[in-house]
């Protein structure tokens, strides 16, 4: 597959509610939006009149053969992720799959070998990792502003339906706080302390037996500590902070938006008050480090290796072996 000159031409798979804030994103940046398909009848037509997209596909086989797509954006719900993608790769197209990656660890590790097999892009789109804030948290991280790090603590605490139905609360949908919230806080402990070494944690499973609250400990190399606490039917402060034994940064609400954040010296002293100024909702910076891997001839994130994604979902399988949490297509 060529790349064209002038940038990626992007596929939306699925019309629902994030691929509509994506799409507005991706129109921000200015980039290429070629085609969407969904699979209810009369989506794609609606959702491409909206958006001025010169393609609709009644299905998502038809957006995958669709020649004029070089890159797919997989935006299901989270159990229909691995498929959908798979799908996207064994067409030849290059994929950028919504949070959570997938169900799984192994549906993961799937996803990454047919990409690798073909040569392809499979990018998690954590899009919180590729915002500007987060890219300058790193380089304060990287420079030692703050010392030896010694903990890391955010939620995401959200109050979104108590529907039985609603894809929250849904296990067949792949529904519960964890995979839906506490996949951020949990990447982002992973992004500055590294892999955890332990890991404990605890939830309460409301009446479909998707987890509506769980909090997790991890420890991590030198002893340093993570926490989190994610909820779905109950808004928090939806801070994040990093503590190091020199100084801290506390990470307004919302964290894991494009936002503001300031350094603070153990002595109280302001380091740095950062202020964010991004347009739209900021989902567009994904998209732009999608197409700069693609166009330097990568087939991985810098940011968020594919192997990160994969191990970042065996977090998430062992968090849910604690607390007694199965889905439908699990079971057996
Ligand atoms: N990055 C973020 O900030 C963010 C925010 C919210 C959600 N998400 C992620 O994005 C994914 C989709 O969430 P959403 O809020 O956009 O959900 P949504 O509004 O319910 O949309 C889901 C879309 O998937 C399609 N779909 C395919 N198979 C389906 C099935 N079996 N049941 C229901 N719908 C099915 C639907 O139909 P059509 O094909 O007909 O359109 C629908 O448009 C989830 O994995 C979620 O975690 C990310």
Redesign the pocket.
Known sequence: MTTPEKGLRWGI???????S??TKDLRTAGLDVAAV????PG??AE?AARFGIPHAHES?EALAEDPDVDIVYV???????AA?AILALEHGKHVLV???FTLNAAEAARVRDVARERGLLAME?M?TRYLPHMVRIREILAAGTLGDVRAVFADHTQRISSDPLH?INAL???GGAL??LGIYPISFAWDVLGAPLTIASAAHLGQTGADNEVATIFTHAGGAISTSISASGSAGPNTAHIVGVDARIDIDRVWYNATSFRVTAAGGTVLEDYVSEVEG?G?QYQAIAAEGIIAAGRTDSDLLPIDETVAIMGTLDEVRRQIGLRYPSEAN
């Open positions: 798979l699925a019309a629902g509610g994030i691929a804030l994506f398909g969904a699979r209810r989506a794609a959702f998502y935006a299901t719900p989270h159990p229909q992720h959908n919504e949070k959570p789109a899009w894809r067949e949908l792949g995979l839906d909702r989902m």
